[in-house]
């Protein structure tokens, strides 16, 4: 997979010793304020070589010349040909480490996560026969037919849609593609009907966040509804109610999704509807709350829960805000412990990259020392197999369990 050059030279380029460094152990981004030397301007999608100082090969990488991070390493080490069969052999690892990882109760996961698996600014994701690709960077838009051949050769799948990153959304219309085109097959008549661990969920594959459904929570819902039996939930930041889901699956009495979003919300119920022949979630009392989570946690009445589930969006997107961001978390922590039944859990999530792991359990900790509480840690996660995180940057989830 090649874009057309015009230009006879290989694209070469020089980066500053620091990032040579990060890139002979792994790192696969080089920024533009990391070039040194170019010999030449660089087309989007083209592979790009980076030389040492001592004028050895020492990687090949995707060039975009549109993002502050210019170059996305493909291969470091020894020099390789980047071509069909390399690429039909770097789709097959990925594939690889998730067969046999899911059956007919989990049609919905991700194929491809992107620099951790060695597609750097791409993700697939598969909902039943609907694959949905994410692109992140302009790179792969002149590959984009040649890409769409090797998948389909290998998944064969049903249709494919294209999501792009908002950044990119402009750049694209030049090569003809657009957010929630689909790519291949007949577009869907609405929201893609697919199985988490039995449970139904819809996800919105040509509108919705992310490529539809946040797929990566997948193994902090099914110890959720490990959690569940016979207590009221609250489910904070609950988005379109999977945690609910699974609660009321575990055998939850009640459930609260609260979220500031009445689109939300309205799926949420949706979400909940597709499961109602499950005698448990039938059992189960569902309630919608539409409010800013912060605010409601803050002032709500003497609500007691025995299961309280925070899972905010990313509350640093950039390294400024990671302080204000610890805040937040230690904030939102103390309210919901204030709501917690004696005996109750307490879930605590982070999807702010920025904000590392020991940084994010440390504040949930110190939190609930503070509360004056007795509590008992029951466990810490991260990635599931599906979202692999290969490098700093890429570990970005992490969920923490207390009992109280």
Request: glycine content about 8%; hydrophobic content about 40%.
């Given at each position: 997979?090649?874009?057309?050059?015009?230009?006879?030279?290989?694209?070469?380029?020089?980066?500053?010793?620091?990032?040579?460094?990060?890139?002979?152990?792994?790192?696969?981004?080089?920024?533009?304020?990391?070039?040194?030397?170019?010999?030449?301007?660089?087309?989007?999608?083209?592979?790009?070589?980076?030389?040492?100082?001592?004028?050895?090969?020492?990687?090949?990488?995707?060039?975009?010349?549109?993002?502050?991070?210019?170059?996305?390493?493909?291969?470091?080490?020894?020099?390789?040909?980047?071509?069909?069969?390399?690429?039909?052999?770097?789709?097959?690892?990925?594939?690889?480490?998730?067969?046999?990882?899911?059956?007919?109760?989990?049609t919905g996961f991700r194929w491809i996560n992107g620099e951790s698996d060695g597609w750097p600014g791409l993700v697939?994701?598969?909902?039943?026969?609907?694959?949905?690709?994410?692109?992140?960077?302009?790179?792969?838009?002149?590959?984009?037919?040649?890409?769409?051949?090797?998948?389909?050769?290998?998944?064969?799948?049903?249709?494919?849609?294209?999501?792009?990153?908002?950044?990119?959304?402009?750049?694209?219309?030049?090569?003809?593609?657009?957010?929630?085109?689909?790519?291949?097959?007949?577009?869907?008549?609405?929201?893609?009907?697919?199985?988490?661990?039995?449970?139904?969920?819809?996800?919105?594959?040509?509108?919705?966040?992310?490529?539809?459904?946040?797929?990566?929570?997948?193994?902090?819902?099914?110890?959720?509804?490990?959690?569940?039996?016979?207590?009221?939930?609250?489910?904070?930041?609950?988005?379109?109610?999977?945690?609910?889901?699974?609660?009321?699956?575990?055998?939850?009495?009640?459930?609260?999704?609260?979220?500031?979003?009445?689109?939300?919300?309205?799926?949420?119920?949706?979400?909940?509807?597709?499961?109602?022949?499950?005698?448990?979630?039938?059992?189960?009392?569902?309630?919608?709350?539409?409010?800013?989570?912060?605010?409601?946690?803050?002032?709500?009445?003497?609500?007691?829960?025995?299961?309280?589930?925070?899972?905010?969006?990313?509350?640093?997107?950039?390294?400024?805000?990671?302080?204000?961001?610890?805040?937040?978390?230690?904030?939102?922590?103390?309210?919901?412990?204030?709501?917690?039944?004696?005996?109750?859990?307490?879930?605590?999530?982070?999807?702010?990259?920025?904000?590392?792991?020991?940084?994010?359990?440390?504040?949930?900790?110190?939190?609930?020392?503070?509360?004056?509480?007795?509590?008992?840690?029951?466990?810490?996660?991260?990635?599931?197999?599906?979202?692999?995180?290969?490098?700093?940057?890429?570990?970005?989830?992490?969920?923490?369990?207390?009992?109280?």
């Amino acid at each position: 997979m090649s874009p057309s050059n015009p230009q006879n030279s290989r694209l070469r380029l020089r980066v500053r010793p620091a990032v040579e460094s990060r890139l002979r152990s792994g790192h696969p981004w080089v920024f533009a304020e990391s070039i040194t030397e170019q010999n030449r301007e660089g087309q989007a999608g083209e592979l790009g070589v980076v030389y040492d100082r001592s004028n050895r090969f020492l990687a090949i990488g995707l060039f975009d010349p549109d993002s502050p991070i210019r170059l996305r390493a493909l291969h470091t080490g020894r020099p390789q040909r980047i071509d069909q069969r390399w690429w039909g052999q770097r789709l097959e690892q990925a594939l690889e480490l998730r067969r046999g990882a899911f059956d007919a109760q989990t049609t919905g996961f991700r194929w491809i996560n992107g620099e951790s698996d060695g597609w750097p600014g791409l993700v697939l994701d598969r909902y039943e026969e609907t694959l949905v690709l994410k692109l992140y960077t302009t790179a792969w838009l002149p590959r984009l037919d040649e890409l769409i051949e090797l998948i389909c050769a290998e998944l064969r799948p049903e249709r494919i849609v294209l999501r792009l990153s908002r950044n990119l959304q402009a750049a694209a219309e030049r090569f003809g593609r657009v957010d929630g085109q689909v790519l291949i097959g007949v577009p869907p008549s609405g929201a893609i009907i697919f199985r988490e661990s039995g449970a139904r969920f819809e996800a919105d594959v040509l509108r919705g966040q992310k490529t539809g459904f946040f797929l990566d929570q997948r193994e902090n819902r099914r110890l959720a509804q490990s959690l569940a039996p016979e207590r009221a939930v609250l489910n904070a930041f609950s988005f379109s109610g999977a945690f609910s889901v699974y609660a009321a699956r575990g055998g939850a009495r009640a459930a609260t999704d609260l979220d500031i979003s009445p689109h939300a919300l309205t799926a949420a119920n949706r979400n909940f509807a597709l499961n109602i022949s499950d005698a448990a979630v039938a059992a189960c009392h569902h309630e919608t709350v539409q409010a800013d989570a912060f605010d409601w946690l803050g002032t709500a009445s003497n609500r007691r829960f025995g299961l309280i589930i925070l899972d905010p969006p990313s509350l640093a997107r950039r390294e400024s805000e990671r302080a204000g961001a610890l805040r937040a978390y230690g904030r939102l922590t103390a309210d919901a412990i204030r709501h917690l039944a004696p005996g109750g859990y307490l879930l605590a999530c982070s999807c702010s990259a920025h904000v590392d792991a020991s940084e994010f359990f440390g504040v949930i900790r110190q939190t609930a020392a503070k509360s004056g509480r007795r509590f008992d840690e029951i466990q810490t996660t991260g990635h599931a197999l599906d979202h692999p995180a290969a490098f700093n940057e890429a570990q970005y989830l992490k969920a923490i369990y207390l009992r109280f």
